[in-house]
């Protein structure tokens, strides 16, 4: 899923302390030890989020060295699963995970404090440059690429080490990448929140059907792969912070159990930056030689592992547009639409290029057929 880090670029004016949540506001009273949250104890300023309901707040203090990020994710307490007695929600799932990494030591925000519903929680702030704004900024430059190296080798390392004592529990959403999530949750979803409603895409019900089992024969490859590790499932640029030159991870609340290539893909064919497939193929090799053997991640011989990136590629590509789709349509949140057709592009290039491509012809086929798809509604376009 699209991430919904802080952004320096679309940072709303200051507000007003009365304009937080009276239980975020309290919280953010009770960290720094002021006795009630009262007017200039704090100043707060609204950054914008990109493709979630989740609020974030800077806060400054004279009370506090740093400023801090204040969370209200009020909105992720609607998103769970029933365990025995218990709720797990999204907000439990970032929290539980966060706990697992900062104990492992892995670079992520530190969480300065939660609230008992889990709806309003503090983090560290670590500023505003990702790695997005890096390659967008600097392009492909010496120092963007090694950067992605060090991504690669924190991959690999948080694949490897995070799947150690990680308990599907505590994931809202599921605790393995299985087979109904590749089809609901990756292929299908392309199909009814991009392909048809954007791509003007109709299917007969012969083609349902022959849709339904060319999923069905891609997710059976995908599922060959072992599915032990840790999957963060949104490892790109934009979820990937920048904080004194090192790489720090962010929106980990899908987190789960599942195979190294998915999020190897999402980061090497990540429709926001438009990387060159030379340097793909170039990080590609980075990962497999330096990245994973430095992290004591076992990988099959070249041949299976590059069979594997491109079967995780395309079911990722296919993921990003419906996601793209759905935040565009359903959401209204129309910014989406400009990375439509690099993301587009790429996964036309991945169907063309996959071995797979004979053995799923309606997919492979609806695929090539998708083009001319405006990047804002119609009304908008003026």
């Not at 506001?25 to 009770?30: D, I, T, Y």
């Amino acid at each position: 899923m699209p991430c919904c880090r802080p952004s320096k670029s679309s940072m709303n004016a200051s507000i007003s302390q009365n304009d937080l949540p009276e239980p975020l506001a309290a919280l953010v009273a009770g960290f720094l030890t002021i006795p009630t949250a009262g007017k200039g104890t704090f100043s707060a300023a609204l950054l914008a989020g990109d493709g979630s309901d989740r609020r974030y707040f800077r806060i400054r203090s004279a009370f506090h060295s740093q400023p801090l990020i204040a969370v209200d994710a009020h909105g992720g307490s609607q998103k769970f699963r029933r365990l025995g007695q218990h709720l797990v929600t999204e907000n439990h799932s970032f929290l539980l995970v966060a706990q697992h990494l900062a104990t492992l030591q892995f670079p992520i925000p530190k969480v300065l404090a939660s609230s008992p519903c889990a709806c309003y929680y503090l983090l560290e702030d670590l500023g505003d440059t990702t790695l997005y704004d890096l390659a967008a900024n600097d392009q492909w430059s010496t120092a963007t690429i090694a950067h992605y190296q060090q991504a690669l080798c924190l991959l690999a390392a948080l694949q490897q080490q995070a799947a150690e004592g990680f308990d599907p529990s505590w994931c809202y959403a599921g605790g393995h990448y299985d087979r109904q999530l590749i089809i609901a949750g990756e292929l299908e979803y392309f199909l009814n929140s991009f392909a048809i409603p954007l791509g003007r895409i109709e299917l007969s019900a012969a083609q349902r059907r022959q849709f339904r089992k060319d999923c069905a024969l891609l997710a059976d490859v995908a599922l060959q792969a072992p599915g032990h590790f840790f999957l963060h499932r949104d490892f790109q640029a934009k979820n990937l912070m920048i904080c004194t030159k090192h790489i720090r991870v962010i929106d980990f609340q899908g987190a789960r159990l599942g195979p190294i290539y998915y999020d190897l893909a999402a980061l090497l064919t990540d429709p926001y930056v438009a990387m060159p497939p030379a340097l793909q193929q170039e990080l590609l090799e980075y990962y497999y030689h330096t990245a994973a053997p430095r992290a004591q991640l076992s990988l099959p011989e070249p041949g299976v592992f590059n069979h594997n990136v491109s079967c995780y590629s395309l079911i990722r590509g296919m993921q990003v547009l419906g996601a793209f789709g759905f935040l565009s349509t359903v959401k209204k949140r129309l910014h989406f639409r400009q990375h439509i057709p690099q993301a587009l592009l790429q996964l036309q290039r991945l169907a063309a290029d996959a071995p797979l491509a004979p053995q799923i012809p309606t997919l492979a086929r609806l695929i090539r057929r998708l083009s001319h798809i405006p990047t804002c509604p119609p009304d908008e376009s003026n």
